[in-house]
């Protein structure tokens, strides 16, 4: 059993930059896949980063690479997200997520098993 808390969220003009916290509890984090997602009203969520067990793999979606950079520290059970140069369109509320194991789709939302209560992000013009 894993239970994630987000933090981090707020306001933002647009270029500006906002870090995530994800705080785990369950020694089972520290054996996972981590993923990041986020969803807007009416609207599934979406992929937007994933990173390894040990932090040494990490894959983004093309929207956000070169602007948000995932990362872990295993030793504190937390995952961050932090975004820079954010727009308007990156409004949306964001979730962090462990990975199912042992195999699946590590952009697929359903092969994720546990999730935040998630965090929101708004990015002003």
């Known amino acids: 059993q894993v239970h994630l808390e987000e933090s981090g969220g707020g306001e933002v003009q647009a270029g500006g930059s906002l870090r995530l916290s994800c705080e785990a509890s369950?020694?089972?984090?520290?054996?996972?896949?981590v993923g990041w997602f986020r969803q807007t009203p009416g609207n599934d969520r979406v992929f937007l980063a994933t990173i390894s067990m040990r932090g040494d793999h990490t894959i983004y979606t093309g929207s956000v690479r070169g602007r948000f950079t995932i990362s872990r520290d295993n030793v504190k059970m937390a995952a961050f997200l932090q975004m820079n140069d954010l727009k308007p369109e990156d409004t949306a509320i964001y979730y962090c997520?462990?990975?199912?194991?042992?195999?699946?789709?590590?952009?697929?939302?359903?092969?994720?098993?546990?999730w935040g209560q998630g965090t929101q992000v708004t990015v002003s013009s």
């Open positions: 369950g020694r089972a984090f520290t054996r996972a896949r």
């Open positions: 997520a462990v990975f199912r194991p042992p195999k699946g789709d590590w952009t697929a939302p359903s092969d994720y098993t546990y």
